[in-house]
């Protein structure tokens, strides 16, 4: 069975960002200005981190299968 790997993004109000990280992946924070954007830079990441981490090697093909868990607070005014 393939493993899972979670990230967790949560929206910075101040710096109007996502911001990602994974207790999975040793090393794992990025940011970006739009799901879209932090998705396609976890692409990129996640399988460098993890081969830099020893977790996976490269000389075999993976598909390697993560879980974007986000969360999203906003304030509305009642007049």
């Known amino acids: 069975m393939q493993h899972q790997y979670k990230i967790e993004a949560f929206w910075d109000r101040e710096a109007l960002v996502w911001v990602a990280e994974s207790a999975d992946i040793l090393g794992l924070v990025t940011e970006a200005d739009t799901l879209e954007k932090l998705t396609d830079k976890l692409k990129q990441m996640i399988p460098e981190l993890l081969i830099a981490n020893h977790s996976i090697s490269t000389d075999s093909q993976k598909i ?10 906003e304030l509305i005014q009642v007049a």
Not at 64 to 73: C, P, V
């Open 64 to 73: 390697i299968s993560f879980e974007l868990i986000t969360h999203r607070q």
